[in-house]
C-alpha cells in the first residue's frame, strides 16, 4: 500500500510541475501563435479522452460491469461538474480582456488551475493505486495540458511586472495543487481499497477526466480560433495514447 502511495504522490507532483515547464516556455519563446494553442490543447484533450474510455472505463467494465461502472462514471463527471460551477471563472474573462490588470489575470488564472488541479492529482493517485503503468499513464496525459496552463499563468505576470521569478513562482504554486490532491484522495481512499473500489474509482476518474476535457480543454482550444487545428491535435493525442497503451501492455 505504501508504495503505490508514494509512486501516487511522486506521479502527482510531476505531473504538476509540468506547469513549470509552460512558463519557462513563455520565458524563451517570445510568442505562441494561436494555432499551435489550439492544437496543443486539442492533442491533451484528446489523450485523456481516448485514455478514459480505452484504459479507464473498460477496466471498471471488466471489474464491475457496465451498470455500476456507468454509475461511477457519471458521479464523477457531475461531481466535477459542481465543482466547475463554484469555481469562479473570472480568470477566463480577464485574460481576454485587453484592458484589465494583467497581473490580475496571472493570479486569477494561477487560481482557477490550482483549484482544478486537486481533483487531477486525485485521478492520478487512484490510477497509481491500480497499477504503476496506469499511474503514468494517467500523469504524462495530464501533463500534457499542464504545460499551456503554465504558459497561462506566466505570461500575464511576465508582461506585468517583468520579474521571471514571480511569473515562475505562481506557475509553481498552481501546479503543486496536483500533489495536494493526491494526498487528499490517498487520505480518503486508502482505508478501503479493494477490487471493486478501485473499479469503480477507475470509472469516477474517467467521468473526470472526460468533463475536464469537454469543458476546459476543447472550448479553450476553440477560443484561440482554430478549430482545425485543435481537431487533428485531439485525433493526434488520441492516437499517441492509444499507441502508448499498447506498447506498455
Same mark, same amino acid.
Given at each position: 500500500?505504501?508504495?503505490?502511495?508514494?509512486?501516487?504522490?511522486?506521479?502527482?507532483?510531476?505531473?504538476?510541475?509540468?506547469?513549470?515547464?509552460?512558463?519557462?516556455?513563455?520565458?524563451?519563446?517570445?510568442?505562441?501563435?494561436?494555432?499551435?494553442?489550439?492544437?496543443?490543447?486539442?492533442?491533451?484533450?484528446?489523450?485523456?479522452?481516448?485514455?478514459?474510455?480505452?484504459?479507464?472505463?473498460?477496466?471498471?467494465?471488466?471489474?464491475?460491469?457496465?451498470?455500476?461502472?456507468?454509475?461511477?462514471?457519471?458521479?464523477?463527471?457531475?461531481?466535477?461538474?459542481?465543482?466547475?460551477?463554484?469555481?469562479?471563472?473570472?480568470?477566463?474573462?480577464?485574460?481576454?480582456?485587453?484592458?484589465?490588470?494583467?497581473? $490580475?489575470? %496571472? +493570479?486569477?488564472?494561477?487560481?482557477? &488551475? @490550482?483549484? /482544478? #488541479?486537486? !481533483? *487531477?492529482?486525485?485521478? =492520478?493517485?487512484?490510477?497509481?493505486?491500480?497499477?504503476? $503503468?496506469? %499511474? +503514468?499513464?494517467?500523469?504524462?496525459? &495530464? @501533463?500534457? /495540458? #499542464?504545460? !499551456? *496552463?503554465?504558459?497561462? =499563468?506566466?505570461?500575464?505576470?511576465?508582461?506585468?511586472?517583468?520579474?521571471?521569478?514571480?511569473?515562475?513562482?505562481?506557475?509553481?504554486?498552481?501546479?503543486?495543487? *496536483?500533489?495536494?490532491?493526491?494526498?487528499?484522495?490517498?487520505?480518503?481512499?486508502?482505508?478501503?481499497?479493494?477490487?471493486?473500489?478501485?473499479?469503480?474509482?477507475?470509472?469516477?476518474?474517467?467521468?473526470?477526466?472526460?468533463?475536464?476535457?469537454?469543458?476546459?480543454?476543447?472550448?479553450?482550444?476553440?477560443?484561440?480560433?482554430?478549430?482545425?487545428?485543435?481537431?487533428?491535435?485531439?485525433?493526434?493525442?488520441?492516437?499517441?495514447?492509444?499507441?502508448?497503451?499498447?506498447?506498455?501492455?
Amino acid at each position: 500500500m505504501a508504495g503505490f502511495a508514494w509512486n501516487g504522490l511522486l506521479l502527482s507532483l510531476l505531473a504538476g510541475l509540468a506547469t513549470t515547464i509552460g512558463s519557462a516556455l513563455a520565458f524563451v519563446v517570445p510568442r505562441f501563435s494561436p494555432r499551435w494553442l489550439s492544437g496543443m490543447l486539442g492533442f491533451a484533450a484528446g489523450a485523456m479522452i481516448a485514455v478514459s474510455f480505452v484504459e479507464l472505463f473498460a477496466g471498471a467494465i471488466e471489474g464491475i460491469g457496465l451498470l455500476l461502472a456507468s454509475v461511477g462514471f457519471f458521479t464523477g463527471f457531475l461531481a466535477i461538474f459542481g465543482l466547475d460551477v463554484l469555481v469562479p471563472h473570472e480568470y477566463e474573462a480577464e485574460t481576454e480582456d485587453p484592458g484589465g490588470s494583467l497581473k $490580475r489575470a %496571472g +493570479l486569477l488564472t494561477a487560481l482557477g &488551475i @490550482a483549484i /482544478h #488541479n486537486l !481533483p *487531477e492529482g486525485a485521478v =492520478v493517485f487512484t490510477g497509481a493505486a491500480c497499477s504503476g $503503468r496506469l %499511474g +503514468l499513464v494517467l500523469a504524462a496525459a &495530464i @501533463a500534457m /495540458h #499542464n504545460i !499551456p *496552463e503554465g504558459i497561462a =499563468v506566466a505570461v500575464p505576470v511576465l508582461a506585468a511586472t517583468g520579474s521571471r521569478t514571480r511569473a515562475f513562482l505562481y506557475s509553481f504554486l498552481s501546479g503543486l495543487a *496536483e500533489p495536494v490532491g493526491a494526498l487528499l484522495g490517498g487520505l480518503v481512499l486508502m482505508p478501503f481499497m479493494t477490487e471493486t473500489v478501485i473499479s469503480f474509482t477507475l470509472a469516477l476518474v474517467a467521468g473526470i477526466m472526460v468533463f475536464i476535457s469537454f469543458d476546459e480543454l476543447l472550448p479553450n482550444a476553440h477560443r484561440y480560433g482554430h478549430e482545425h487545428a485543435a481537431s487533428i491535435g485531439m485525433a493526434a493525442g488520441m492516437m499517441i495514447m492509444i499507441a502508448t497503451l499498447i506498447a506498455v501492455k
